[in-house]
């Protein structure tokens, strides 16, 4: 969508595959610009940020998503003190700091803010599958983007490879791959995948998004999610394990919003996820061969959609300035 609006006149071919059986294909993630502990992150995609806002307000049913401010409890240690010295250096547009009095008078359900509390606006929890499908209703409809449910074997020199033998010429790919990026892109590096889940919890939704450790969200449908465990592979096949990460993730949880000490869990969400050796670029190309062109806008991570989104706005004006035809 990013790319159709730098360049109305592009061509795009998405090869649409079925889910992977390891994808999460979660319901609810988060959106939002700041990945880190850097306010100078914050100010460099703002206006990115706006923008993905904004196209979400227009193309999407409410039903689809939900905005609320952000907030980031600091806590008394180096990575509380790391970013209200940033915020203080550089301030923010959009974001306040709010002293600990302040944090307990304004949002008295979430936890103790020794430092205060960074307070972002305009996050947003997105249903991930109505608005992929959306996405898609929009682009065939209004761009003329043609989708084809074909799996990829590989990035090939002259564009991709199919699973069943074929191949497709490309002058530009973005791989989008999440937990297939790494046998799509050996560029990336080494993957090391891992397993996660969302907990949904029986108790009233907050005002507010809370993050730091973990996030504490709610859900277009109204449930409060939070996220999310971290096992390896060879974990994620103990229910000892995963129950004992589904604690751990309860009980940090409860120190961002209290309440959630006691609640019930009422359901899960999982799947795997990929972490790469190397970070992925969107500004320029991951690897070239023979003329093609290859972008990585690749996975979710622990911290929602926000790694991928607002990036394809960068990754869009990139390949618009390689002169993509």
């Known amino acids: 969508m990013a790319l159709v609006r730098v360049r109305p006149q592009v061509h795009l071919t998405v090869l649409d595959a079925p889910d992977r059986p390891r994808a999460s294909t979660i319901p609810a993630a988060l959106c939002h610009p700041l990945t880190g502990w850097s306010m100078q992150h914050w100010e460099g995609r703002l206006n990115d940020f706006r923008a993905a806002i904004g196209w979400l307000e227009e193309v999407c049913e409410s039903s689809m998503w939900l905005r609320r401010s952000l907030m980031r409890p600091l806590p008394d240690d180096h990575r509380g003190q790391r970013l209200l010295?940033?915020?203080?250096?550089?301030?923010?547009?959009?974001?306040?700091?709010?002293?600990?009095?302040?944090?307990?008078?304004?949002?008295?359900?979430?936890?103790?803010?020794?430092?205060?509390?960074?307070?972002?606006?305009?996050?947003?929890?997105?249903?991930?599958?109505?608005?992929?499908?959306?996405?898609?209703?929009?682009?065939?409809?209004?761009?003329?983007?043609?989708?084809?449910?074909?799996?990829?074997?590989?990035?090939?020199?002259?564009?991709?490879?199919?699973?069943?033998?074929?191949?497709?010429?490309?002058?530009?790919?973005?791989?989008?791959?999440?937990?297939?990026?790494?046998?799509?892109?050996?560029?990336?590096?080494?993957?090391?995948?891992?397993?996660?889940?969302?907990?949904?919890?029986?108790?009233?939704?907050?005002?507010?998004?809370?993050?730091?450790?973990?996030?504490?969200?709610?859900?277009?449908?109204?449930?409060?999610?939070?996220?999310?465990?971290w096992l390896s592979p060879d974990e994620a096949v103990h229910p000892e394990a995963r129950e004992a990460a589904r604690h751990d993730l309860q009980q940090r949880a409860a120190t961002l919003v209290p309440g959630l000490a006691d609640a019930a869990v009422v359901g899960t969400w999982s799947g795997h996820r990929a972490k790469f050796q190397h970070g992925a670029s969107t500004a320029r190309p991951f690897l070239a061969a023979s003329g093609t062109a290859v972008h990585a806008l690749t996975g979710f991570g622990a911290t929602g959609l926000s790694r991928a989104w607002p990036y394809a706005l960068a990754a869009a004006r990139a390949i618009a300035d390689q002169g993509v035809a």
């Open 85 to 229: 010295r940033s915020f203080t250096r550089v301030g923010g547009d959009g974001v306040q700091h709010l002293a600990p009095e302040a944090v307990a008078e304004r949002y008295p359900e979430v936890g103790a803010a020794p430092l205060g509390a960074l307070v972002f606006d305009g996050a947003a929890c997105v249903d991930v599958a109505a608005l992929c499908q959306r996405v898609r209703d929009v682009l065939e409809i209004e761009a003329d983007v043609v989708f084809l449910r074909r799996e990829v074997a590989a990035v090939s020199s002259s564009g991709v490879a199919l699973e069943d033998g074929e191949e497709m010429a490309a002058d530009h790919v973005i791989v989008c791959g999440g937990a297939d990026s790494g046998r799509l892109m050996p560029a990336l590096g080494t993957e090391r995948p891992y397993f996660g889940e969302l907990l949904f919890m029986d108790v009233a939704p907050p005002d507010v998004f809370v993050a730091g450790g973990c996030h504490v969200a709610t859900a277009p449908d109204g449930r409060v999610v939070v996220g999310s465990t």
